[in-house]
């Protein structure tokens, strides 16, 4: 069973910068892709980041692009999402998720980490 754990949420001031991570166990880590989701109250989620495998390939939507850097260690089994600048519209809930790239979907994912940005 592989089981991802999110951590580093918080509050903070817009502006302010946060570094979530993800610890994996179970499985095999340096085969997955992963990313980091978002979904606030009333919106629908939204992935804001993803990671192949060996890192060599990122994604970021233009809603984060500048501003978050996802990055991963293999040998810890661990993914991390940078975030700075934050703003307003950040806070929502935060989960990381992994899928095999055979996998159309991502099929482990986390419990989540809440972000809240205020002014």
């Known amino acids: 069973q592989v089981q991802l754990v999110e951590s580093g949420g918080g509050s903070v001031q817009t502006g302010g910068s946060l570094r979530l991570s993800c610890a994996a166990s179970?499985?095999?880590?340096?085969?997955?892709?992963m990313a980091w989701f978002r979904q606030a109250p009333g919106k629908e989620r939204e992935r804001v980041a993803t990671?192949?495998?060996?890192?060599?390939?990122?994604y970021y939507p233009d809603s984060v692009k500048g501003r978050f850097t996802i990055s991963r260690d293999n040998t810890k089994n661990s993914l991390y999402l940078q975030m700075t600048s934050l703003k307003a519209e950040d806070t929502a809930v935060y989960y990381c998720?992994?899928?095999?790239?055979?996998?159309?979907?991502?099929?482990?994912w986390g419990q989540g980490t809440q972000v809240s940005v205020s002014s």
């Open positions: 990671i192949t495998s060996n890192g060599g390939f990122t």
């Open positions: 998720a992994a899928r095999t790239v055979s996998a159309s979907q991502y099929m482990y």
């Open positions: 179970g499985g095999t880590f340096g085969t997955y892709s």
